[in-house]
């Protein structure tokens, strides 16, 4: 099993920033990629970003292009989103999770709980 505990999560004024933290734990996998997703209130989960652990490729969404950046600290298996001028549509839940790329699959295997991000207008 693996876990994913999200911190960073906040409430921030519309053009402020905040720095999302992802720490895994549990299992390791051969190959793998960690991403950030989000959900908005009535909303469908959404991607974000993600990041290849092994070679550092990385994806953004179209909510992230330009304004959020992610990346990785191997040392410590964290992962981080560093958002910057959010916009009150920004306020969702985020998630991180991790997928195990030897299996060939797309889909995420491991989520954590999310943490809460409110953009104040």
């Known amino acids: 099993q693996v876990k994913l505990v999200e911190t960073g999560g906040g409430l921030v004024q519309a053009g402020g920033s905040l720095r999302l933290s992802c720490a895994a734990s549990?299992?390791?996998?051969?190959?793998?990629?960690m991403g950030w997703f989000r959900q908005a209130p009535g909303k469908e989960r959404e991607f974000v970003a993600d990041?290849?652990?092994?070679?550092?490729?990385?994806n953004y969404g179209d909510p992230a292009k330009g304004r959020f950046t992610i990346s990785k600290n191997g040392n410590q298996n964290a992962v981080y989103l560093q958002m910057n001028s959010l916009k009150p549509d920004d306020t969702a839940v985020y998630y991180c999770?991790?997928?195990?790329?030897?299996?060939?699959?797309?889909?995420?295997?491991?989520w954590g709980q999310g943490t809460q991000v409110t953009v104040s207008s």
């Open positions: 990041i290849s652990w092994n070679d550092g490729r990385i």
């Open positions: 549990g299992r390791t996998f051969t190959s793998s990629t």
């Open positions: 999770a991790i997928r195990d790329d030897t299996t060939g699959t797309i889909a995420y295997n491991y």
